[in-house]
């Protein structure tokens, strides 16, 4: 099995587009400058192109990792990693795995699911991690609401593309 590295790239765009909207300040913009203590003056001066490049970059990896989590295949595979003729054609370990994704390989594999992995992976790493870190911070509620949400939305939309079209 294969990592279609275009739909990985193209869907690590998506936090981007949503950030522009979730962000935007007629959304949840003001709320999460508020959340921050930030004022609009505090965000003028940065290095924007650093910025969203090192985004993208970020995005990258996780739709790699994310592409993994949601497509229940990959689990199999590597399950057959420790054998070194897992990939080689004619092995009994090769004609095994092409029987179980002849049979399973397009199980689960819509966009409906995906979006839901990404949803529940959102409130498993997600929260616990921007929840712990806005807790230390003295960060309220509202400010882990935003950005647990956001993170949500980009999930599951990220884990539906990669599902459907991975």
């Not at 990693?81 to 397009?106: I, R």
């Not at 959102?122 to 950005?147: C, D, Q």
Request: aromatic share 18%; proline share 2%; net charge positive.
């Amino acid at each position: 099995m294969k990592i279609n590295f275009l739909i990985v790239v193209l869907t690590a765009l998506i936090p981007m587009f949503v950030g522009f909207i979730w962000y935007n300040p007629k959304v949840f913009g003001t709320a999460w400058m508020k959340a921050c203590g930030f004022s609009s003056e505090d965000l003028k001066g940065s290095n924007m192109i650093l910025i969203f490049v090192l985004s993208y970059i970020f995005s990258v990896l996780l739709a790699v990792i994310l592409n993994t989590m949601v497509i229940h295949q990959f689990g199999f595979f590597s399950s057959l990693m420790s054998d070194p003729d897992w990939d080689k054609a004619g092995t009994e370990t090769y004609k095994f795995a092409e029987a179980y994704m002849s049979k399973y390989g397009d199980n689960y594999r819509t966009f409906k699911h995906g979006a839901f992995h990404g949803a529940i992976i959102s409130l498993f790493f997600v929260l616990p991690v921007l929840g712990t870190n806005a807790l230390f911070e003295k960060k309220g509620f509202r400010y882990i609401l935003v950005n647990v949400g956001y993170w949500t939305v980009c999930l599951s939309l990220m884990g539906g593309v990669l599902c459907q079209f991975n």
